[in-house]
């Protein structure tokens, strides 16, 4: 692509001579794989308030106590202010490492404050977790489908990605020891295994517990590290919490969490844990990325953590999105065609929708979009090219009535799409390089 | 070094088995040179009340209006929560970059907000400046000596930096010349310049005028781009404000903003102005880094910049620091041994002292220490091992009279440190490999 195809600023505001890009030659070689997606393009059309927008992953903020929550804030600023607003370490402010502490001991997981490292939103602690492991051509391993924003990270760093395959339970063991065989046996030189075993995104299953245990001695036994990303793990929504693998092996895994999806995104406060000699080197990397993460949002979270009730308002979140997701999946049992795959997810944010054969969502997507309705294609969550059948449904903004009408017009796309490729054939599109998605969390 | 030498994790504290690192052998070949120095213990030390600090470069918060800045961020909360806490785009709130387009025409720099990322901070600037141009072994000039952070992020990336020597006047042109012709001759690739133009840290020193075009016109004639941070350029004593490199070229110029000097360091806002093709995929790379920066920071500069007197709070800022400058050398005129020399900086927050040669400046930390004093050697802003006989003294953060207390206190400890050196010959120490400054803006 071009950066004529670029939606934000149309040649016309900038005159033609500033498309040309006269910087082309002087790029990394990573940069290169750093194009925007013609998918971002509709991604502007399909913020617009009529479309319905199933794509993205924001939190549903509503239930949140604003007006307390200003208040806490503003006696923050007042009495400490010259702390909250000057520069802090890159290992994070010991309270809010201590209570990170405390909310991971409601997983199951012990740790010690010192291994804990605050980071900008969990999505920096992958990128540093990538930075201080991965050459170039290194291969790290994650489930197919897996978050963008990881394989954003693993792809900046020009790591190889090869995916293993899930089903209901989760990553299964046996492809993750051929994948390893298959790594291995052509010279391969494989990092870590980055995965997400509860409420995955964008699978929406959750590892089984015996395979817990198995991954883990699988991974130790290939001398391979375990990167856990659960962002997802206290929604569960009947209030079951899994063991994460962290709590059941503290050497080998690399632990990462967030308050993005159990408070609020636009905070930024994310975290990783790692053994202690991981975590200096972490730390030292996070000096060089953003010298420290913003200290005010730390100390808001802290006190938010000291001064509400916390695991009133996850269980508040966990109530409304499992009503989300109940409305999805009634709608989908309801319009979807014949043909259409689902998951039941127990946690989390997203569903998972495979279509039938001859419909590609991602060529289908701009007729999704002028149906007002807004998907994320499959495609964006594989770097193998898999996933044209497959579609990211998220449940968690809108309300229960736009997932309704969202879904109803979904199901009358897919069968018009239907219809279409009965009388022409299979769809063909454009090949679009680069990152399939926008923005991951926040299209 | 080992990791027994950090001082934050005392061995007792994990048992001896934690400090035995299991995944050395797994680490990126750029991790290497993530080492910790032994210098980071000593501000641990220097940390400490009773040690005047002159090494870090926090600025002085005190002069802020707090009461009134708690109100409207509490407001901004209560009234627009939902937006302020929840994911933003990886290029920053739209309202925001107009303002910063406001804040640069206050230097004579045109700009159009689209062509504004907004970063966590201005380390994160550089840090995606790094990462979309430089691949292992690319060359990046800059003066010598130069910023720690941004050395920091150079090495997270690989890239070779050569320094180009600076005089009075700043960068010098001729030498620029010769590195360019050096590095070329050898078949090096530079990817860019950076330049610290005003007020330079650690130099103090400013880029004469009659330099900047000059200097442009040798990168232009070279085909290197310029990459200039500028967060002290408002921060002229007499109110000047030299014009920016990017104001005298809009094309071969990246330019750094932030907000971190003019108003709050700990909400970590900074920004980046390229060409915009280059600004495109600084907004790619952002999102694999952080997604987004933290919107309720964003929200919060651009309404203290709405409904604060924010010309009249730089001021402020500007007065108090020179105050503190003319403490700081009318202290060193009066307790400074014979032989040292220093510059005298007309903006900005430090000053770059030379002391008599046979005294290492590393080397003598330790017993400034004991004296109650730190600085920051001069070892750690440069790449190639000069340095041992600078030191950068910070005048930002100490009152003038702790100011004053401190040179006195520096002024014995380099008295003592010369009878040394007379008695014993120059004092021998240990190599310490890796950066030898603390966090760069916060010890």
Avoid at 400 to 415: K, Q
Wanted: net charge negative; charged share 20%.
């Amino acid at each position: 692509m071009s950066d004529e195809h670029q939606p934000t600023t149309p040649p016309e505001k900038h005159g033609p001579a500033r498309n040309l890009d006269a910087h082309r030659a002087r790029y990394a070689q990573r940069t290169a794989g750093m194009t925007a997606s013609e998918v971002r393009a509709l991604f502007a059309v399909a913020n617009r308030p009529e479309v319905v927008s199933l794509a993205g992953g924001m939190p549903n903020l509503a239930a949140l106590p604003l007006d307390s929550l200003a208040g806490e804030v503003a006696s923050l600023i007042a009495q400490d202010g010259q702390g909250a607003l000057q520069y802090g370490s890159a290992h994070g402010v010991p309270e809010l490492r201590e209570q990170i502490c405390d909310v991971m001991a409601m997983e199951g997981i012990s740790a010690h404050p010192d291994d804990v490292m605050v980071t900008v939103g969990s999505q920096m602690a992958l990128d540093m977790v990538t930075r201080i492991f991965c050459d170039p051509g290194d291969v790290v391993l994650a489930e197919g489908p897996s978050y963008v924003g990881a394989l954003g990270s693993f792809s900046a760093y020009q790591a190889e990605v090869v995916h293993v395959a899930m089903d209901d339970d989760g990553l299964q063991p046996e492809a993750l020891r051929e994948a390893i065989g298959n790594v291995t046996a052509r010279g391969g030189r494989i990092k870590f295994l980055y995965t997400i075993p509860n409420f995955h995104n964008p699978g929406g299953v959750t590892m089984a517990l015996n395979r817990r245990a198995e991954v883990l001695e699988i991974c130790a036994q290939h001398g391979i590290l375990v990167v856990e990303d659960n962002p997802y793990g206290l929604l569960g929504f009947d209030g079951q919490v899994y063991p994460p693998l962290r709590s059941l092996d503290a050497d080998n895994v690399v632990y990462l969490g967030s308050f993005s999806k159990t408070f609020a995104s636009g905070l930024r406060v994310g975290w990783v844990l790692a053994p202690h000699a991981v975590r200096e080197k972490l730390v030292l990397a996070a000096e060089s990325a953003t010298l420290c993460p913003p200290t005010l949002n730390q100390m808001i979270v802290s006190r938010y953590l000291t001064t509400h009730d916390w695991k009133g308002q996850i269980k508040a979140f966990r109530e409304q999105y499992r009503e989300r997701r109940d409305a999805m999946l009634s709608a989908l049992e309801q319009h979807m065609p014949e043909g259409c795959t689902w998951n039941t997810p127990d946690g989390g944010f997203f569903v998972w929708v495979t279509v039938p054969e001859g419909i590609d969502t991602k060529a289908m997507l701009p007729r999704a979009v002028t149906q007002r309705v807004a998907y994320a294609s499959g495609t964006g969550f594989y770097t193998d090219g898999f996933g044209s059948r497959q579609m990211r449904l998220s449940f968690c903004y809108p309300t229960p009535e736009r997932i309704r009408e969202g879904v109803r017009r979904l199901a009358n796309t897919l069968t018009e799409e239907r219809e279409l490729v009965r009388t022409f054939g299979s769809i063909p599109q454009r090949e679009v390089p680069g990152p399939q998605a926008p923005s991951p969390d926040t299209a």
